[in-house]
């Protein structure tokens, strides 16, 4: 079967990335959103919204001047999903890095923004079928209390949500969310750790609610895991009506960030000591989940090519 597929570049300028140089983390995946969603436009021939992402690595750093190809291929389809694979690579002269990595699943829409049949078939593998099972395992498992009510160390990121953020069917477009999600789990990780960060992954998040165009949005970011020099800070996505005051969880996720010194390399943190139950239990399952990460990376980068 002819595989589909798509590619884009994009010039690392001075206004993509941070004080110290490096590509912002939050840019970086919103162009890999962006290529995803390129290819899904072509496959659904008409609206879609980001579903769900299982993962995204971020390899490399990008730098000023640096230029990225980023290749989106879709894996699998259902009814109205697509499953697709995004590869980023820097290309420095005739080579290319292999640079980040990313699994998303996109779902086709109708002018309310409900599912609609597509008009592809991409027979899904065994191994997609497990990764939807999963997806929809982690729906139902998704715990809505907020990390003020529990969390150590957490802050919130609160901002309206205007149409230059929105996508065309009147929703926040996913990219602009990572954008806004890595800020705002960037600034926690600053302060717990009193330095420079840099994102280095970031974990599944499954988008149970949209966020409208109009809507207050509110991210609660909290501190959940710490290592010697790298930390995993929660993230958990709120849209709130502002005429009503409803409160509505849109995503969880967890980013993970390496703390670094003036001349980008590892410096050690503190540890956190979790103050009760439900902290000590997120702060095991994270060091369990870190095991995986590190595996599922290091089988991505023998396993992609650029």
Not at 140 to 146: F, L
Not at 196 to 220: M, R, W, Y
């Amino acid at each position: 079967m002819t595989q589909i597929k798509t590619e884009t570049y994009y010039n690392v300028f001075p206004w993509h990335t941070n004080h110290f140089g490096s590509l912002h983390g939050g840019i970086y995946m919103s162009w890999m959103i962006d290529t995803a969603g390129i290819l899904m436009s072509s496959i659904s021939q008409g609206n879609y919204l980001l579903a769900s992402v299982d993962y995204i690595y971020l390899f490399k750093p990008a730098r000023l001047g640096d230029v990225l190809r980023v290749e989106a291929k879709a894996n699998a389809s259902w009814k109205s999903s697509v499953e697709i694979e995004v590869k980023s690579c820097i290309k420095r002269g005739d080579k290319e890095e292999l640079a980040a990595a990313s699994l998303m699943t996109y779902v086709a829409v109708d002018e309310n923004n409900r599912p609609r049949k597509l008009n592809i078939v991409i027979p899904p593998d065994s191994e997609a079928e497990e990764r939807k099972l999963k997806r929809m395992e982690r729906k139902k498992a998704m715990d809505p209390e907020e990390p003020s009510k529990f969390a150590t160390f957490y802050k919130s990121y609160i901002r309206t949500i205007y149409p230059e953020h929105g996508f065309g069917n009147g929703i926040l477009y996913a990219g602009k969310m990572y954008t806004m999600l890595d800020e705002a789990l960037a600034i926690v990780a600053k302060l717990y750790t009193k330095g420079n960060t840099f994102t280095a992954s970031a974990g599944p998040a499954d988008f149970i609610s949209p966020v409208k165009i109009g809507d207050i949005l509110e991210i609660q970011g909290f501190v959940q895991y710490t290592g010697n020099t790298s930390l995993d800070v929660g993230g958990k996505v709120y849209a709130i009506n502002h005429y009503t005051g409803e409160k509505r969880l849109a995503t969880t996720t967890t980013f993970s960030f390496v703390a670094i010194d003036d001349n980008a390399k590892p410096r050690p943190i503190p540890k956190l000591t979790p103050s009760n139950e439900k902290e000590k239990l997120l702060f095991e399952l994270s060091s369990k989940e870190r095991e995986e990460r590190i595996k599922m990376s290091k089988k991505l980068q023998e396993k992609l090519m650029c």
